[in-house]
């Protein structure tokens, strides 16, 4: 069986259907603090990101399978993310634990919300619907600084900053500092930018590192409107 | 294209007491209408040209794009002359009008999301109750429907158990009877009447008769507004955005009788305006 659950729109979001056993930033892990849930994207849809109390990192998909409510409005306590529209609990497994309108049930182990594989490198939260072979790419001096949506494509972002493409990811230089730009196209037009920048760079440095990033978008996005 | 049957059931369009004279431009079931206060002495709505039938009925105009072969519903407990009633006002939800109905027949998210007001942590639990599709008047019952609540009313001076009774007399309106704290024996009638602007976008128009000689009307209005406000961040936040008609698509409980009793009754009519028949 391979349920498929649109989240309407002709936009889809598959719980079972992982066919994608590839690592996709969708998150700064700094971003995240413990006992959090965060809304985020893969390809394939939207997903929730959560901390658990004790600092562990989880992320499923972001629709309560009892009434479609999205789990990243839910909330985390100890090693659960619960759903805020009837309180359902999840566990580190993606498994229903409790359904709290009927304390003494014990949910059927069918009833879970599509638990991912994730994995933190550079400060950065990766995601994948199926386990990937390989650990995520690892770039060493570099630290996650933020994220940005460029609503545009990673061909147009790579002629804004006159640079390639390599495993997804361009290498430029953004106010004067070495910076990593970790692309995640979100459909045609939309792309999800992790900046990655130099460890320990002073207040001033992460500004113009953050400025130019918005800077480059404003070109990228005209770059696109021109074309 | 839209079943006839929807376009023949009446709907609300806006308040008695807030028509413009002048006209106000809306959407019904996806196609434009217009409001008038008093263009010819009476309340009336025009669509395409057309001038539509209404009726003016518990606060609202109502009206419908097709022949309604039946009367609006009635809600006699509403007639007596000691209730106060409430026009509590429009919310616009971007939402499903079917999901915003659904969410109105479900007890088991006081706790969650009218947390300490309608519901509270500590005891959420939804005993079991009974729902039946009375066919003699073609609606959607639920009754025995006991719940605790902290603030079940702007009347209420504490947590009671309070009773529940649910009626679907309308693809998009649904009536609530429940315990009147000020007055055991008498019900409390709720009300929650949705145009459908288009299948995932409507206006509710909450109504209500209540037995209340305390609360002023501007505190009962806030009340139910707050209420609706915590039901709107659920609302707009539920995939797929249309109400799913395919069971396979979400995880009812014994607590969701009510829902999957009133999903069934829309399938069976063919009310399918804001609903998904089958996964995309």
């Not at chain 2, 025009?46 to 097709?66: I, N, Q, Y």
């Amino acid at each position: 069986m391979t349920p498929v659950n649109p989240v309407g729109d002709g936009t889809y979001w598959t719980m079972a259907a992982k066919t994608d056993a590839q690592w996709v930033p969708v998150a700064v892990s700094a971003d995240i603090l413990a006992g959090t849930v965060v809304p985020a994207r893969l390809p394939t849809g939207p997903i929730a990101v959560w901390r658990s109390a004790t600092g562990n990192l989880y992320a499923n998909g972001d629709r309560c399978p009892h009434r479609g409510m999205r789990l990243s409005h839910g909330f985390v306590r100890g090693e659960t993310l619960s759903c805020i529209y009837h309180g359902w609990r999840f566990g580190t497994d993606g498994a229903c634990q409790k359904i709290p309108a009927h304390p003494s049930v014990t949910p059927p182990k069918t009833i879970n919300c599509g638990p991912l594989h994730v994995a933190e490198t550079n400060g950065v939260v990766w995601a994948a619907a199926k386990e990937p072979a390989e650990p995520p790419q690892f770039y060493p001096g570099y630290e996650a600084l933020r994220s940005l949506v460029i609503v545009s494509t990673p061909a147009a972002i790579a002629a804004a900053t006159n640079a390639t493409i390599i495993d997804g990811a361009i290498q430029t230089t953004l106010g004067g500092q070495d910076a990593v730009l970790l692309m995640s196209p979100q459909g045609p037009q939309e792309v999800f930018i992790l900046v990655l920048a130099r460890p320990n760079l002073n207040l001033a440095d992460r500004l113009a590192v953050s400025s130019a990033l918005e800077a480059l978008r404003r070109s990228a996005e005209a770059v696109e409107g021109a074309a | 294209m839209m079943p006839n049957t929807m376009r023949d059931a009446w709907y609300p369009v806006g308040l008695l007491s807030g028509l413009s004279d002048d006209g106000k431009d809306s959407q019904l079931l996806g196609e434009p209408i217009s409001v008038f206060g008093a263009k010819n002495g009476r309340p009336s709505v025009e669509s395409a040209g057309r001038t539509l039938p209404v009726v003016e009925r518990f606060g609202h105009l109502w009206t419908s794009l097709g022949s309604p072969n039946k009367d609006l519903f009635t809600i006699p407990e509403a007639d007596h002359p000691e209730r106060k009633l409430v026009d509590v006002g429009v919310v616009r939800v971007k939402c499903s009008p079917l999901r915003a109905v659904e969410n109105f027949l479900d007890v088991a998210h006081f706790p969650f999301v009218h947390t300490d007001i309608l519901g509270a942590e500590s005891h959420p639990e939804v005993s079991d109750y009974k729902v039946e599709i009375r066919d003699d008047v073609d609606e959607v019952w639920a009754t025995k429907v006991e719940f605790f609540q902290p603030q079940a009313a702007k009347s209420a001076g504490g947590g009671i158990t309070t009773e529940y009774m649910y009626r679907v007399p309308a693809p998009t309106c649904a009536v609530l009877y429940k315990t009147c704290p000020p007055r055991p024996g008498e019900w409390d009638v709720i009300t929650l009447f949705v145009q459908p602007l288009t299948e995932d976008l409507c206006d509710v128009w909450p109504w209500m008769a209540l037995f209340d000689d305390e609360s002023s009307m501007t505190d009962l209005i806030h009340f139910q507004q707050l209420i609706f406000l915590q039901d709107r961040s659920i609302l707009e936040n539920q995939l797929p955005k249309r109400l799913p008609l395919d069971p396979a698509m979400e995880t009812p409980t014994r607590a969701d009788l009510t829902s999957v009793a009133y999903r069934r009754w829309l399938k069976r009519h063919n009310y399918t305006f804001g609903a998904q028949l089958v996964a995309e």
